[in-house]
């Protein structure tokens, strides 16, 4: 997936199955070979990111890539399910939701209504990386990631035990919108 981000990032996509015949194939079904669990920011398609076409990637997303119980269900279903063989879990940079976070972090104010459960769920990152003694936005990215990764490792015994069985690899990324590449922050 790393090549065809590479791709991606040169300007130099292939844009592969996304022609008729592979819209034909898929009415039989999807087989995906990787699911990808990222930010609902507009600006990260993992399609376009990792030049992948139609029933290529099983994707997830939500704002700052929280992880809840319909997340972990999806995920499993992809893992389960489906059978995908690796698992990304992708922060980016400038992500609204990160920023917000360290924000209430240094003091302002909870968002209103629902959006204060993001903040909930990405305040451990933040606290975990300011202990760490990291202080800037992409170290809070990729510590949000690796939290986010190790959250889905240790609450699904589903994914928990894929990987130990050798069948599924979890990869914690972080997208960086500046040069669109992908950079590894962990893995399992």
């Given at each position: ?23 034909a ?64 879990i ?25 959006q ?64 669109a ?8």
């Open positions: 997936m790393l090549e065809a981000n590479r791709r991606f990032a040169e300007g130099k996509p292939e844009r592969p199955n996304q022609d008729e015949d592979r819209r194939a898929l009415q039989g079904g999807q087989n995906p070979y990787a699911c990808v669990f990222t930010c609902s920011d507009s600006r990260v398609p993992a399609e376009l990111i990792f030049d992948a076409g139609l029933g290529d990637l099983f994707v997830v997303r939500t704002a700052g890539e929280v992880v809840d119980t319909g997340v972990m269900a999806t995920l499993e279903f992809a893992v389960a399910g489906l059978g995908v063989e690796l698992l990304v992708m922060g980016h940079e400038n992500c609204g939701a990160v920023k917000a976070t360290a924000e209430v972090y240094e003091g302002a104010d909870l968002p209103p209504a629902q204060r459960v993001l903040v909930e769920q990405i305040l451990p990152s933040i606290t975990k990386a300011k202990q760490a003694g990291m202080n800037e936005r992409e170290d809070f990215e990729r510590q949000h990631a690796a939290r986010m990764a190790e959250k889905v490792l240790a609450t699904s015994s589903v994914i928990r035990e894929a990987v130990e069985a050798g069948k599924l690899n979890v990869v914690a990324a972080r997208y960086k919108l500046d040069d590449t992908v950079e590894t922050v962990a893995s399992w």
